[in-house]
């Protein structure tokens, strides 16, 4: 139930800060929280087991009366109420109508902002470096690029599947009217199911063959979108359990079944596959950024509300498959036991110092990075940010990082991605800081909350490569897998355990105190990363070969 000027129940699905709303009880946003200070004859126990079923319970004209009344005597020398005035005049900066026709387009404004002025830094970037750049020899070999574009036809299908339904996941649970304690459940059997599948997603794709796990993919995947339609809370938990299966074999099949056919089938040299996902790396930011501004889109025209971005994916993964069903031949490779990877990671862990450090730093950042994947839409989305423009701009962003990590790779500067993974934690520290204090609460400030946000994702766009160039030079890329699960799978179940238990939806300091313990996190990072810069300052091997060579970059 929401109260509006006009005295109507509005659409719960609707943003704040769009139309005429004053202030949403029935969302899962800190305002939904608050209710004692809006409305303080109502009873305890009655607010309670509304907000917990998702249904607030309506106002009287009287309460409202007295809401508005106690924000003007605050505001007025002399306790003058908003009638001596002859209309309303909420400036009280804890009164919903005032955070919503203040701060809602200012946080509006803002977004949209960022948003064209990260796209025009990226495009100039990348314009710039396109001019500069001689063509290779990859890319002027017509039967290289036939290949490169029948892989590329079926994998930006699934991305763009994927991204599309990234800016209203926490929106649409919001919609369905689930506390943000119930939510975080729902993110956690999506995360731990990844994580799960993960272990066995490369012995599943090589028993069960990588062109039929790329179409099981886009099956499970639009039956996970299709959950979505669904309110009831074991249907969704169900669909967040497809879509782990779904995310482990989106990174693990497409990329298994290219290698496999750019060497094997077609016998193309090795060299030319760090440039395709290079490009694939590349593109993959540009369909986030067209993904976000689509689901907006959708979101706001389409009737369907938060739910119409994951409608609007189930084509794009029908075609997927399709595609992969008609043009992609079949192929499988020796499995490789779970038990013996794992041991053969360990074995590698223990023997190298470098290992040890890069895997604690890869953990220990990309835990904190879904914790934040989390935590930005109940942030920003009380204050009327547009869920699909800013998350465009987090892509943005991030699309900008890797671009600087081009540009600071290369021959006129030639820094070295130790120094650019260096800055990317630095950086992840200093917003996480800002976070902590921007969301204090009853002092939130939602636009120093997105810029915080947007340094985030920049970070991103610097350590994503950085961490991948690493990874190639330290880890034989036979024991990648087993050293990795060591480290992904107990650092991000207590990511899960985080979540879980700080983010209390009856305590008003539960994100603060996430950020808090993000910020914590990160300069334990910090210090591994300066343990592994003492280790391999002087190791040549570490250092980028060539100037002028094209970083592979891995999937974000």
Not at 324 to 338: I, P, T
Not at 480 to 485: P, S
């Amino acid at each position: 139930m929401e109260v509006t000027e006009v005295g109507e129940e509005a659409n719960r699905g609707d943003r704040l800060g769009f139309g005429q709303r004053c202030c949403s009880l029935g969302s899962s946003s800190p305002w939904l929280y608050r209710t004692a200070d809006i409305f303080p004859e109502q009873g305890t126990e009655e607010k309670k087991t509304g907000l917990y079923f998702g249904v607030a319970t309506q106002a009287s004209k009287s309460q409202r009366s007295r809401c508005h009344g106690r924000a003007a005597s605050k505001a007025r020398p002399g306790g003058a109420t908003a009638a001596a005035y002859g209309r309303p005049f909420l400036t009280h900066p804890r009164c919903p109508e005032f955070r919503a026709r203040v701060v809602g387009p200012t946080m509006l404004v803002t977004a949209y902002l960022a948003f064209v002025g990260l796209l025009a830094s990226c495009l100039g970037l990348e314009l710039s470096r396109c001019r500069a750049k001689p063509p290779g020899r990859a890319c002027s070999n017509p039967s290289f690029l036939r290949f490169q574009l029948d892989f590329y036809q079926v994998y930006f299908l699934a991305l763009a599947a994927d991204w599309l339904q990234a800016p209203y996941l926490y929106k649409l649970y919001q919609h369905y009217y689930f506390l943000e304690g119930q939510i975080a459940i729902l993110y956690v059997c999506g995360l731990a199911s990844t994580v799960l599948f993960g272990l066995v997603a490369s012995s599943l794709v090589d028993w069960l063959g990588r062109k039929n796990s790329c179409v099981l993919f886009s099956l499970t995947y639009s039956l996970c979108c299709l959950t979505k339609l669904s309110q009831d809370y074991f249907v969704l938990l169900v669909g967040r359990a497809l879509g782990g299966l779904s995310t482990a074999l989106l990174f693990s099949a497409f990329e298994a079944w290219y290698i496999h056919e750019h060497v094997e089938r077609h016998d193309f040299p090795a060299e030319w596959i760090p440039a395709t996902f290079a490009r694939a790396a590349f593109w993959n930011h540009v369909l986030a950024v067209v993904a976000g501004v689509t689901a907006e889109a959708v979101a706001s025209w389409i009737g369907l509300g938060p739910v119409a971005p994951f409608v609007a994916a189930i084509p794009l993964l029908a075609l997927a498959g399709a595609l992969a069903l008609r043009n992609w031949g079949e192929n499988y490779d020796r499995q490789r036991a779970f038990s013996r990877t794992c041991a053969g990671g360990l074995r590698c862990l223990l023997s190298d110092r470098r290992v040890l450090l890069l895997g604690t730093i890869q953990a220990l950042f990309e835990s904190v990075i879904f914790i934040f994947v989390f935590l930005w839409t109940p942030v920003l989305d009380p204050h009327g940010a547009p869920l699909g423009i800013v998350f465009s701009s987090f892509m943005a962003a991030s699309l900008l990082g890797s671009s600087l990590y081009r540009i600071a790779t290369s021959k006129r500067y030639h820094l070295q991605p130790m120094h650019l993974l260096s800055l990317a934690v630095l950086i992840v520290v200093f917003s996480l800081f800002m976070l902590t204090f921007s969301t204090s609460p009853g002092q939130e400030s939602p636009v120093e909350s997105f810029i915080a946000f947007l340094l985030i994702e920049l970070a991103c766009g610097l350590y994503f490569p950085s961490m991948s160039f690493l990874r190639r030079k330290v880890i034989p890329e036979t024991e990648q897998a087993g050293v990795l699960n060591w480290f992904r799978v107990p650092l991000h179940l207590l990511a899960c355990l985080g979540l879980l238990v700080l983010h209390d939806s009856d305590r008003k300091t539960g994100t603060r105190n996430m950020f808090s313990i993000c910020s914590a996190v990160m300069v334990m990072t910090l210090l591994a990363v300066v343990g592994l810069f003492t280790v391999v300052r002087h190791d040549a091997e570490l250092r980028v070969p060539s100037p002028t060579e094209e970083p592979y970059a891995p999937e974000l």
